[in-house]
């Protein structure tokens, strides 16, 4: 069976709801994976932002949610998803606002996509501290047996 993400919050390649975005009240979306291979000790999610910070013209890919060490027995990350209620285990990295925790789409300009990543590793990470993307992906190296996307889009109602 082949890893596979999807969210009752919106489907691949539509628009995510306003109420997972800065216009609403910026809380995570579910998202529900099957496939899990046998031989995975943890799972990661990445969600990301290739556009930024102008669709027409990237500069950078802007992080909005850090989550490793996800038991692989688990498949469901429930909408508003806090820190509090993370699955026993679920480490947290720093999200491009300096903080960690869910930071939904804000898009200054255009319409973006956000790529919700999941990966199944063959080995469970030490605690890296509340890593940025690029170290937990350094960390994450030659680990990665699995992978999947779901991509939602999002313009801001301010810049519609």
Same mark, same amino acid.
């Not at 699955?87 to 720093?94: D, N, Q, S």
């Given at each position: 069976?082949?890893?596979? !993400?999807?969210?009752?919050?919106?489907?691949?390649?539509? !628009?995510?709801?306003?109420?997972?975005?800065?216009?609403?009240?910026?809380?995570?979306?579910?998202? *529900?994976?099957?496939?899990?291979?046998?031989?995975?000790?943890?799972?990661?999610?990445? *969600?990301?932002?290739?556009?930024?910070?102008?669709?027409?013209?990237?500069?950078?890919?802007? *992080?909005?949610?850090?989550?490793?060490?996800?038991?692989?027995?688990?498949?469901?990350?429930?909408?508003?998803?806090?820190?509090?209620?993370?699955?026993?285990?679920? !480490?947290?990295?720093?999200?491009?606002?300096?903080? *960690?925790?869910?930071?939904?789409?804000?898009?200054?300009?255009?319409?973006?996509?956000?790529?919700?990543?999941?990966?199944?590793?063959?080995?469970?990470?030490?605690?890296?501290?509340?890593?940025?993307?690029?170290?937990?992906?350094?960390?994450?190296?030659?680990?990665?047996?699995?992978?999947?996307?779901?991509?939602?889009?999002?313009?801001?109602?301010?810049?519609?």
């Amino acid at each position: 069976m082949t890893l596979s !993400l999807t969210s009752s919050s919106f489907f691949h390649q539509d !628009l995510i709801p306003a109420q997972h975005t800065c216009d609403g009240e910026d809380h995570s979306p579910e998202l *529900v994976w099957t496939g899990t291979p046998k031989n995975a000790k943890s799972l990661v999610v990445i *969600v990301d932002d290739p556009d930024a910070p102008d669709p027409q013209a990237p500069r950078m890919t802007w *992080v909005h949610w850090i989550l490793y060490n996800i038991p692989p027995d688990i498949n469901k990350l429930s909408e508003r998803l806090t820190t509090d209620k993370l699955p026993a285990g679920t !480490l947290e990295g720093i999200n491009d606002w300096g903080r *960690v925790g869910y930071g939904g789409p804000c898009p200054p300009i255009g319409t973006h996509r956000y790529f919700h990543k999941l990966y199944a590793l063959d080995t469970l990470l030490p605690d890296l501290n509340k890593p940025t993307k690029a170290v937990l992906e350094q960390a994450m190296q030659d680990h990665v047996i699995a992978q999947t996307e779901l991509i939602g889009l999002y313009r801001c109602a301010s810049n519609r």
